[in-house]
């Protein structure tokens, strides 16, 4: 298992990633939006929630079916029980669902690239076992990082500071900004040497959380090679952050995709 199973894992359960996705609420962006407004556009589902967090997407997920929320780091459930107590959520690994039944959803959710938390084995167990709980023709909407973003090189740094007149809030935001400084230059360093780069996939290194997140991120083939090989319909639909189809066109601009597809129908 990669190494980014631990760093990740680690910043999923600091009190500051609580804080970020205990408040979360909204789409991510455009592309969200159309994807799953297209995904529940027919009537309600059985929906499968995966890496729910604080349950930001249960909100928006809310009342277009049953719903299931699951995620492994066991605070992030607490915080999504706290946030919606009228639904319901498990700690479960995406990797391992044997807790659920063959094709017992016809939504699977995976937002905000968290499917990239996890290395390439692990990413096709996921898929696996995805296309096992979906029943024949049902959805699985993600997102998930582009190997080619021109930001992998220049590893943008997303800290910056709220200004306040609040002189203990000012000093305290401050802290944070430096601590924030320091972790970065002790994970880049660390964890430069982590980065693992295949042609049509790669582990990298990501500004997000201080630095403190490796995601695997894809291109278009390997991300269709991927879905057929678990079982997933030849047609997959990819969108951008402004919701734009683009499918295989993914530019140096795109951070990340928004993917639709849907589980093999075999006759
Ligand atoms: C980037 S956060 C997104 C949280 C939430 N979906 C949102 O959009 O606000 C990724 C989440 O996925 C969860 N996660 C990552 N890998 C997972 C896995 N293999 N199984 C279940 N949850 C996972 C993490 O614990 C974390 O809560």
Request: charged share 25%; no cysteine; net charge negative.
């Amino acid at each position: 298992m990669h190494r980014m199973e631990d760093i990740n894992r680690q910043t999923w359960s600091n009190s500051w990633a609580l804080r970020e996705y205990g408040r979360g609420k909204g789409y991510i962006d455009e592309g969200e939006r159309v994807v799953l407004d297209r995904a529940t556009a027919d009537g309600p589902k059985r929906v499968l929630d995966i890496g729910v967090g604080g349950g930001r997407t249960a909100g928006l997920l809310q009342g277009k079916g049953d719903y299931l929320g699951i995620d492994y780091t066991p605070e992030m459930v607490e915080l999504a029980r706290r946030n919606h107590p009228s639904l319901t959520f498990r700690h479960m690994d995406a990797r391992d669902l044997s807790a659920l039944p063959d094709g017992a959803f016809d939504l699977v959710n995976f937002s905000y690239n968290g499917i990239d938390s996890v290395d390439q084995e692990g990413r096709m167990a996921v898929l696996r076992e995805v296309a096992r709980v979906l029943e024949p023709g049902g959805q699985f909407v993600f997102s998930t990082f582009h190997r080619n973003w021109d930001g992998f090189s220049k590893l943008p740094d997303y800290r910056h500071i709220e200004w306040t007149l609040d002189p203990l809030r000012l000093s305290f935001r401050l802290f944070r900004f430096i601590e924030g400084g320091i972790l970065k230059a002790v994970r880049t360093r660390r964890h430069a040497a982590l980065e693992v780069r295949a042609a049509d996939h790669a582990i990298l290194m990501h500004g997000a959380h201080d630095f403190g997140i490796m995601v695997h991120t894809t291109t278009y083939p390997h991300l269709i090679g991927q879905l057929r090989e678990a079982g997933f319909a030849e047609v997959i639909e990819v969108f951008n952050r402004d919701g734009e189809r683009i499918d295989a066109d993914w530019s140096g601009s795109v951070e990340y995709v928004h993917v639709i597809a849907r589980k093999r129908v075999t006759s």
